[in-house]
């Protein structure tokens, strides 16, 4: 492949990366989110519920009932706290990694190859191929 083409092809890839890292970063901000409604609701709205209920149906005291509360609050808080925490890249981002990297391997080759033609082929490779030439033509030459 071309240079330049190579190139589009590391970019597309690159491009495909971020976007699925973006996404992935979403959903654990979206998450995050969660824990931290679910921490307020909690709260706020079972607190009466749960300390009454701890304190007439489990029969505790109010100091035990207000550590269960706390205790029902922070199970929430350390599960939703996990779910932002947890990320792994989806098939397609690693795709997009492998693909990426197959293709800046063969960009680099491309260029080495592009230079070295250049080389060859460029001002000073003309040089040393017609000094080459007539020094290989002087050795075969039949001089007199």
């Known amino acids: 492949m071309k240079p330049i083409e190579l190139g589009q092809e590391v970019l597309s890839a690159q491009g495909q990366i971020l976007s699925r890292s973006a ?7 979206a998450c995050a989110l969660v824990a931290v409604v679910f921490l ?5 709205s079972f607190h009466g519920f749960l300390w009454a209920f701890f304190i007439s149906v489990a029969g505790l005291g109010y100091v035990k009932a207000s550590l ?8 929430f808080v350390v599960i939703f706290a996990a779910l932002a925490a947890w990320s792994i890249p989806d098939v397609v981002e690693i795709e997009a990694r492998i693909r990426r990297d197959r293709k800046l391997v063969e960009l ?8 070295v ?3 060859l082929l460029g001002p000073a490779g003309r040089f040393t191929g017609r000094k080459l030439f007539s020094l290989i033509r002087s050795f075969f030459s039949h001089s007199k």
Not at 68 to 75: K, N, W
Not at 108 to 115: D, E, G, P, W, Y
């Open 68 to 75: 269960c509360v706390i205790g029902v609050d922070m199970l």
């Open 23 to 29: 996404m992935r970063i979403g959903r654990r901000v």
């Open 40 to 44: 307020l609701f909690a709260a706020i």
């Open 117 to 119: 033609t250049g080389l």
């Open 108 to 115: 680099k080759q491309s260029i080495a190859v592009t230079a």
